[in-house]
């Protein structure tokens, strides 16, 4: 059964970078038919996706956090992560990874992690 497991801290100070990793397991990031992801949640506000990355290690970002967000991988643990920098208490919200299962077009995020907080404040 896949699993993905978000991790880092739950607390930020402005200006610094946010880091996040998502540990997946029970399937591998590098399979070819499904992207990773991740996705936030403000309080009181939708979803955001912030980004994705492909099983061939090319990445895409939300283009309102392009300047801001990258996201990378380590396929020997099996683990992508994601840094966000010049956090303000705006970014504070539920941080998720995701897999999204991709043939030629999107079928949508089949997995989800539990999700993680995390609070921008000094």
């Known amino acids: 059964q896949v699993q993905l497991q978000e991790s880092g801290p739950g607390l930020v100070k402005p200006a610094q970078t946010l880091s996040l990793t998502c540990t997946v397991s029970?399937?591998?990031?590098?399979?070819?038919?499904?992207?990773w992801n991740w996705i936030r949640q403000s309080p009181g506000k939708g979803l955001e996706w912030m980004g994705v990355?492909?099983?061939?290690?090319?990445?895409y970002y939300a283009p309102s956090l392009k300047s801001r967000t990258s996201i990378s991988r380590d396929t020997s643990k099996n683990q992508f992560s994601l840094q966000l920098s010049s956090v303000t208490p705006e970014d504070t919200a539920v941080y998720y990874c995701?897999?999204?299962?991709?043939?030629?077009?999107?079928?949508?995020?089949?997995?989800w992690g539990k999700g993680t907080l995390v609070t921008v404040s000094s």
């Open positions: 029970g399937g591998s990031i590098t399979d070819s038919v499904y992207a």
């Open positions: 990355i492909n099983y061939d290690g090319s990445a």
């Open positions: 995701t897999r999204e299962r991709f043939l030629g077009y999107s079928y949508g995020m089949d997995y």
